[in-house]
């Protein structure tokens, strides 16, 4: 498996994160650079270095395929979002860490905007 935009140095594979039923992979890139928001943005705009994604492959049968790409709600550079995954048993819930995300926010669903809290970190559920 490779990441659908694979660029050097974008640290695809950091983190892995496999559903109990064995059908759903979760893959972290926690260096990717590319400054799309949310789920299925822009993979070739990389105006924000470091900012990172996740990658996600489901499985039928014996086939794998790229179900989506996902970047955080609030993309900045140096985010690191993708550095450390949890997905539940079936595959329906995924939990993607960002280390170094800078918002200032408090709590579930605070101001992402505010990048006053220099490399607070966040969690982003899916």
Do not use: C, H
């Not at 990658?55 to 395929?65: D, I, K, M, P, Q």
């Not at 790409?69 to 690191?80: E, M, Q, V």
């Amino acid at each position: 498996m490779k990441a659908s935009n694979t660029a050097a140095g974008d640290d695809f594979g950091i983190a892995l994160a496999l559903s109990a039923d064995g059908n759903t992979l979760a893959v972290g890139a926690d260096q990717e650079d590319s400054s799309a928001v949310g789920i299925g943005g822009n993979q070739g705009d990389d105006s924000a270095p470091g900012s990172g994604a996740v990658y996600l492959f489901t499985r039928n049968g014996a086939s794998w395929s790229q179900r989506a790409y996902l970047k955080a709600s609030n993309t900045n550079g140096n985010d690191r979002f993708g550095v450390a995954l949890a997905l539940n048993g079936d595959g329906s819930t995924l939990a993607v860490s960002a280390i170094y995300e800078s918002s200032s926010a408090t709590g579930i669903g605070g101001n992402q905007s505010d990048n006053t809290a220099g490399s607070g970190g966040a969690v982003y559920l899916y």
